[in-house]
């Protein structure tokens, strides 16, 4: 993985680099499997793949909070590393995915000794709060057509084709809603012919109508 693509890699001292590079882990994970469940994992760096860093309901329904894919880094498996964090983030693989773990401790100590790497982790906090923000925006103010919209047209840009392969229930977890009021909304989708539903999937028949109803007003 090339480290020098982030801002803080080409700033750090020789023995700052050297101790980044020796204090990385190399882990691979399965579609499905569990990245980080509160447990401290450290920083991760996204080599291949596609991660899914999600919330619990109070009812226990999951909410996408965000998306990491190739390059994107997780800075919330870090959290016991981070001063005044007290928040329950977890982590999936969407996709067979390789990552590189900085471990806490590292992380920690480079925070500490490294103006660059803290510079970076102070900017990658504020991005996914942002992140954060807009989600917790669109869950209360956002219409549900739209939403839904926009995470058909999200999910075809990930699979580079109009034909998605991915659940009702699937679908449901990432806006943090149940599965039948997605199922009514597709099948609605449907009726107006922005999308075909198939077993196991969604199929987009109207890219534009999508795009439209996705920034529709709230």
Sequence with gaps: MDFAKYSFYDKLTDKEREFFLASLRRRSF???QDVYRGDCT?????????????TLSAEGREITLYRLTEEDVCLFSASCALENTDFDVFVRAETDTDISLLSADAFKKLSE?????????????????????????????????????????EERSYAGADRLHITHERL????GTVREAVSRM???FEGEGLVHIFRGGVEI???????????SEK
């Design 172 to 175: 449901a977890a990432h806006l």
């Design 205 to 215: 028949a109207d890219v534009k109508a999508l795009e439209k109803l996705a920034i």
């Design 186 to 188: 597709l099948k609605y």
């Design 30 to 32: 399965g579609a499905g």
């Design 113 to 153: 000794s490294s103006l660059a790497f803290s510079s970076f982790v102070n900017a990658l906090a504020m991005r996914r709060f942002s992140d954060v923000m807009w989600v917790l925006d669109s869950v209360l103010n956002k219409k549900f057509d739209a939403r839904l919209a926009s995470l058909l047209l």
């Design 42 to 54: 450290g920083l991760i760096f996204t080599e291949r793949g596609r991660l899914c860093a999600y």
